[in-house]
């Protein structure tokens, strides 16, 4: 290179390099389902289907509306999943039929009478009487002539009118005023019209207008009409003297606005009347998936007396709640407006959104969400893969009780943060925190669900004085079966017995033992059903013959009903199952053995029955405590006879399943959930306690309101909205922070804690692992009384703020490291510049000091930095870091 151009150059090269770590947030991630919802009394405008149900002022006479297919409920979000059981269709701006015209055509000289709004809607021959069927003003009159116009109009009043029939009084001759008095006697009529009406209107020589009265209306050709009839002025003065003659009653209809000409021809008529706010019954339609079908011909109630009345016309609103499907990714939402408008109503049916706004009242930062699917291990499944990779992940809060689903995060947490698993299987090294919630255990199952039952007597139970009821029943009448026509527990057994003397008595059954013999509650039979005489029984239930259930005496005089009364049997004590485990499984007295309402299915919903153990005999046989014989309303013998419900259904021994739970005590209790915290045992999950909270200002939209304006408060929630306060206190404080005695915001009161366990118990709760909270009173804050993980078999490991802090520690040099992979190779210059590194983030941690908790890295020494002896792609760097401890303890030696 002898040939080189002569040159001067300056190489500019730095002894140490200047970084800037990347400092990590600890972000707080809420996990659980949202919902859209809309409440017809807060979202109406939105609740609009587009489609109407029938036609504003259809022909007459009216065809019943078709069937409405709405597709989806109005303005759901894509992908959204309706809950068909929140679903509920309202008719509003709509109508419904009053009465309608038996006669579709009418005929009357004088339908409708020009210049005085009225409407008459009947004929001497027949018609309606307006105020019987409870017509009534504001409703709608919609007729149709086809010798005028049809008209629409609305009902002004009722026109209660008396007419002389012969025409023989002069009302308007002999001075009638508005405010006379009628009086009316001696009517002839069936239903006597007798009474003092008030003149409303004097319309003519022979026809008078009243106030509102309650005649049914008489005006057929030919009936009896005659009445008394008398008039006096208001001092009492005779207009008219008593007269006895023919007077017809009509009610008519006078409306608003005049007809625009008489009408002399057929015409067909209905009233309508309008509704509002009608909730449809759920038997109106069919939901399938998100399609909604309205049943043609819906009838609603107008009144208590009005009932079943044809809807016409309406607009339809759908309120509902629907799971959204559209948040499957993790969402960051930097304020309170923002989660509302991504997440919807803060509202208790809106999971998400409540813990959400819980969090972010904790924190300054912006709260990141996702939408699970359902609330099954599943659902959670897909969320864990799509976080897995997620860098900023730190503190997820699951909106769920279930443990699988906590052991399936907490395992992916641990995963995620151990070296070993990260270098194998090559993923990015990440450190998490999973905040859940245990729940309160107020009982366990000692013994599963488990068959092949029967229930025994036990000997020498015999109730004193108690009976038992054989029905006799011969002759030519078919004996009477109790299974057939279901006789239950609580219906009343009525006899008769007319020989010697007509005597009847009443008992209450409350046990079914065969076809024919059942036991009753009172304690003696004051009738012999076994003597001569015309005897008969029946059985009633609320006062209502049972069908089927009544012997009469046949007609040759032969007794076919009869009688006998005996003592009760021992009483069905003893439970005997070959599959049970009741001892080892540790059955004591006092526990309960339980039973399904149907005994011989497996089926645990509804009412169970329930037995307390007064003796664990072996480890297939109990004893249960013997409170005598059944009563009506209840169960003090084990299954026996006829099923208490279900009319008709014997009870097949041998078949019968149970289990049994135990109640457990407030010391037992916190040893149950104690129990829980330890299976978990992992510093990389918190389980926060109490169970219930409430959140602060939630409502809940369906509760029934006080103010239809305004939503119910939210009745309390889970344990798992307190997490979400933990979580935000996470991302929105330094590291380095304890939360032992700090109050949290976004929960206004908690239950179940200092108010209900003993502060002792609350300590063996803390110290076994549970993130206790407590409240001093409900307007202050609640606060933890120990920051735990559920680790807590050493310090380091148990309190919180240091497996936080190291986490932040470790993902700030993470992030330092990470820029070198790949772009460098293994030189002595890669090795200076990444101690150069490491130096500068430790300095930098050091910085972050925060008065009272000092800073996240107290002191620090990088020991050694070198090329692995393991593998040369490879620098092994060693590091001693002095992390801070929480003050937890204070010890003051007063030495005299």
């Known amino acids: 290179m002898t040939a080189q151009r002569p040159n001067a150059i300056v190489f500019q090269e730095y002894a140490t390099l200047t970084v800037t770590p990347d400092v990590p947030d600890l972000n707080v991630l809420v996990a659980g389902e949202c919902y859209q919802i809309l409440d017809y009394l807060d979202d109406k405008t939105d609740c609009l289907v587009a489609s109407d149900y029938g036609t504003l002022n259809s022909n007459c006479p009216l065809s019943p509306p078709t069937a409405v297919v709405i597709s989806s409920p109005p303005g759901i979000l894509p992908g959204g999943e309706l809950d068909s059981a929140s679903a509920q269709v309202y008719f509003d701006a709509g109508r419904a039929v009053v009465y309608e015209t038996p006669n579709p055509s009418l005929t009357s000289s004088g339908t409708y009478a020009l210049g005085n709004n009225l409407f008459v809607g009947h ?45 023989t009084l002069t009302f308007v001759t002999n001075g009638v005023q508005p405010g006379d008095t009628v009086i009316l006697s001696n009517d002839a009529v069936v239903t006597p019209r007798d009474g003092t009406y008030v003149v409303k209107r004097v319309v003519s020589e022979t026809d008078i207008e009243v106030e509102d009265a309650d005649w049914v209306g008489h005006y057929q050709t030919g009936m009896a009409l005659t009445v008394k009839i008398e008039i006096n002025d208001p001092n009492g003065t005779p207009r008219i003297t008593p007269t006895t003659l023919t007077i017809a009653d009509y009610c008519n209809i006078r409306t608003t606005s005049d007809f625009a000409a008489n009408s002399a021809g057929g015409y067909r008529w209905r009233v309508e009347r309008a509704i509002t706010d009608v909730l449809l019954d759920a038997s109106d339609y069919v939901i399938v998936d998100n399609q909604i079908t309205l049943n043609a011909g819906i009838l609603t109630d107008l009144s208590s007396t009005l009932t079943g009345c ?27 407006s ?35 699917t359902g609330p099954a291990s599943i659902d959670y499944m897909d969320f864990i893969d799509r976080i897995s990779s997620d860098q900023e992940v730190y503190a997820i809060v699951p909106l769920t009780y279930d443990t699988s689903i906590l052991a399936s995060l907490l395992n992916m947490a641990t995963t995620l943060s151990d070296p070993n698993e990260a270098l194998s299987h090559g993923f990015k090294q990440k450190f998490r925190e999973i905040i859940a919630a245990v729940e309160l255990q107020t009982s366990k199952y000692l013994v599963d669900a488990t068959g092949g039952g029967t229930a025994h007597v036990k000997a020498g139970t015999i109730p004193a004085g108690n009976h038992s009821f054989q029905l006799i029943q011969t002759g030519a009448v078919s004996p009477l079966s109790l299974f057939t026509v279901g006789i239950l527990p609580g219906d009343i057994f009525e006899v008769t017995d007319i020989a010697p003397v007509l005597t009847t008595v009443s008992y209450t059954v409350v046990q079914v033992n065969t076809t024919d013999t059942f036991e009753v509650a009172e304690t003696a039979v004051t009738i012999d059903l076994s003597a001569g005489g015309a005897d008969f029984f029946r059985f009633t239930r609320a006062g209502v013959l049972v069908p089927g259930a009544t012997k009469l005496v046949g007609t040759d005089g032969v007794t076919h009903v009869g009688g006998t009364a005996a003592v009760l049997d021992a009483l069905y004590l003893i439970f005997d199952c070959p599959k049970a485990d009741f001892l080892t499984s540790g059955c004591l007295p006092g526990d309960y053995l339980e039973l399904p309402t149907n005994p011989t299915v497996n089926t645990w919903t509804g009412i169970n029955s329930t037995f307390v153990i007064d003796e664990v005999m072996s480890n297939q046989k109990v004893r249960i405590v013997n409170n005598g014989n059944n009563a009506a309303a209840v169960e003090n013998e084990l299954p026996h006879g006829g099923r208490r419900v279900a009319p008709g259904t014997l009870i097949v021994q041998g078949t019968l399943f149970c289990r049994v739970m135990r109640a457990l005590s407030k010391t037992q209790q916190v040893t149950e ?18 169970n219930y909270v409430d959140p602060t200002d939630l409502v809940d939209g369906s509760l029934v309101r006080t103010d239809p304006e305004v939503p119910e408060s939210a009745n309390p929630q889970p344990g798992y909205f307190l997490a979400c306060a933990v979580g935000g206190q996470t991302a929105g404080n330094p590291p380095q922070q304890g939360f032992t005695n700090m109050g949290i915001a976004g929960i206004s009161e908690i239950h179940n804690s200092s108010n209900y366990f003993t502060e002792q118990q609350l300590t063996d709760l803390s110290n076994g692992g549970v993130y206790v909270f407590i409240q001093d009173n409900v307007n202050s804050l609640p606060y933890t009384i120990h920051e735990l993980t559920t680790d807590v078999s050493i310090l380091e490991y148990s309190e919180y703020m240091v497996v936080k802090d190291f986490d932040f520690v470790s993902t700030t040099f993470l992030n330092v490291l ?5 772009e460098w190779n293994v030189t002595l210059e890669a090795i200076e510049f990444i101690k150069q590194s490491l130096y500068t983030t430790g300095d930098v941690l050091k910085a972050r000091y925060v008065a009272k908790i000092g800073a996240p890295l107290i002191s620090y020494s990088l020991d050694s930095i070198a090329i692995s002896t393991l593998s040369p792609d490879r620098i092994e760097a060693y590091m001693q870091v002095d992390l801070p401890m929480t003050l937890n303890t204070i010890g003051l030696h007063l030495v005299a």
């Open 818 to 822: 990470r820029p070198f992979l790949g």
């Open 673 to 690: 959930m104690v129990a829980v915290a330890q299976s978990f045992g992992n510093k990389r999950i918190i389980l926060v306690y109490p």
């Open 310 to 336: 044809a809807v016409s016309y309406s607009k339809i609103y759908v309120g509902y709640i629907a799971l959204r499907t559209d948040l499957q990714q993790v969402t960051t939402l930097s304020n309170t």
């Open 123 to 167: 004929t001497i021959a027949s018609g309606t009487h307006f105020g019987v069927e409870e017509v009534a003003a504001g409703d709608i009159l919609i007729t149709e002539c086809a010798a005028t116009n049809d008209y629409v109009m609305t009902v002004k009043e009722l026109c209660y009118t008396l007419n002389d029939f012969g025409g």
């Open 338 to 372: 923002e989660i509302l408008d991504i997440l919807g109503k803060y509202d208790a049916r809106n999971p998400l959104c409540v813990g959400a706004i819980v969090a972010k009242a904790n924190t300054t930062t912006p709260v990141t969400i996702y939408g699970v």
